[in-house]
């Protein structure tokens, strides 16, 4: 997996790449709780190049966004990637991550 970040005025975009599993999970969850601390409103995690996503990662990404909510931050995933996208649209996890049109990164989004 490759991940980067860009900050923008009152968003944090984490750029994931490649295949998202068990350990890539965890670093990914390790990022996203950090930017809880920042001064952003929203994360966005874009998984535009995310080859495989397991069922371990979806959870994380669901404890991230419980973890950000209470925070009073908003998770936000964009760029799924067509297999991902159609698990996201086609079950309930739907309504925990919500799926967003792709953010123009390094903006603010505003």
């Known amino acids: ?10 968003r944090v975009t984490f750029l994931v790449s490649g295949e998202l599993t068990g350990i890539e999970s965890i670093m990914l ?3 996203i ?4 601390f920042t001064t952003c409103s929203t994360v966005v995690v874009s998984m535009v190049g995310v080859t495989f996503i397991e069922s371990t990662a979806l959870g994380g990404l669901i404890y991230c966004q419980k973890y950000l909510q209470k925070r009073g931050k ?4 964009a760029d799924t990637f067509e297999h991902a996208h159609d698990l ?5 996890l739907e ?5 967003v049109d ?3 990164v390094g903006t603010s989004g505003a």
């Open 1 to 10: 997996m490759d991940l980067h970040t860009v900050e923008g005025d009152d």
């Open 29 to 31: 969850t390790n990022r």
């Open 33 to 36: 709780e950090a930017a809880a």
């Open 74 to 77: 908003i998770l936000q995933l």
């Open 88 to 92: 996201f649209r086609g079950c309930p």
């Open 95 to 99: 309504k925990v991550l919500p799926v």
């Open 102 to 104: 792709p953010p123009a």
